[in-house]
């Protein structure tokens, strides 16, 4: 046998071909990922927004028990989508983020729409020493917020006694945050049903 076709023996003729994996593999994934995060639960908190405008449009044609009914649909929808999620782990960033951020929308509408309403009529609906201080507290929980968010990550001020004096500031701003955004919702409240019952609101 000569060397030559004991070399050709040896080595393979071909090797075996290698598949390149196409764009198609990581479209679907991206797919996958969306249509995750659009899930019902997400899409039940996105309702909520379409019906918070429907009860917007019910109130100024003056259909107040269809505003109603329409309200407490959008209202129990809070409940039902995190039922959702949580049940049947739905839970997703978009849905963390969207949830509350339709919340804020739905009850900011239904405050703008109600003033609307008041100052069309004659009566002076502006904002009460309740709602500034309100703001004022929540813009005070966010900077204490990230403040101590930051000093844990970057020790800006050094020592864990400043930590707990950030973190105990926070704790407390964000309950003051809740108390203050009672109280400035049920100050307005019993202003509106002044003015509706024709009382001064003041």
């Known amino acids: 046998m000569s060397p030559c076709s004991h070399i050709d023996s040896t080595v393979p003729h071909s090797s075996p ?9 990581r479209t679907q994934s991206t797919d996958r990922g969306w249509h995750k995060q659009w899930n019902i639960a997400n899409q039940i908190t996105l309702s909520r927004l379409v019906l918070a405008l429907a009860c917007l449009a019910l109130i100024d044609l003056g259909w107040w028990l269809s505003a109603c009914g329409t309200f407490l649909v959008a209202a129990s929808t809070d409940f039902i989508d995190g039922y959702i999620a949580r049940k049947y782990g739905l ?13 804020k929308i739905v009850v900011g509408l ?12 004659g009566q002076d609906f502006s904002a009460a020493w309740s709602g500034k201080v309100k703001m004022f507290v929540q813009c005070a929980a966010v900077i204490c917020v990230l403040l101590a968010l930051a000093n844990r990550d ?4 050094g ?11 926070r704790v407390a701003l964000l309950w003051g945050t809740v108390a203050t955004t009672l109280y400035s919702g049920y100050v307005y409240v019993e202003r509106a049903a002044k003015m509706f019952r024709g009382g001064s609101g003041s």
């Open 159 to 169: 020592g864990e006694g400043w930590q707990a004096v950030l973190d105990w500031t």
């Open 91 to 103: 839970v997703t960033v978009l849905g963390r983020i969207l949830d509350p951020l339709v919340d």
């Open 17 to 25: 071909a290698v598949e390149i994996p196409s764009g198609s593999s």
């Open 110 to 121: 239904f405050i703008t729409s109600l003033r609307g309403m008041l100052e069309a009529s």
């Open 154 to 157: 970057f020790q800006i001020v």
